[in-house]
């Protein structure tokens, strides 16, 4: 059985030096991405989940993707391509 043992995070910064930060500002486009998507419902803000399959399914993403979910409705949606995966429940939007 293995066992997931943290690295001192000492340890981790002198591994990272010299190295160019790729995450940081894909991680940000992603964060302002998710911010601005709203149910379109008019219940209010998404938050993120994710699922294993659509996590790293663009090839090109160096960090994995979330899908968006309304927790009132629980529409859900892919926040990069604005298709609805689940309509959710309309009678539970409040009025």
Do not use: Q, W
């Not at 030096?17 to 992603?30: Q, V």
């Not at 309304?70 to 990069?80: A, G, I, N, T």
Request: with cysteine; proline share 4%; glycine share 6%.
């Amino acid at each position: 059985m293995t066992v997931f043992k943290e690295m001192d995070p000492e340890d981790v910064l002198r591994a990272l030096e010299g190295h160019t930060d790729i995450l940081s500002e894909e991680s940000a486009r992603y964060e302002k991405l998710y911010r601005s998507k709203k149910c379109h419902r008019g219940c209010g803000d998404l938050t993120k989940e994710f699922h294993p399959s659509h996590v790293f399914s663009d090839g090109n993403a160096a960090i994995g993707r979330a899908l968006m979910r309304c927790s009132v409705c629980k529409y859900l949606m892919d926040p990069f391509t604005d298709i609805t995966l689940e309509i959710g429940d309309p009678s539970k939007v409040r009025s």
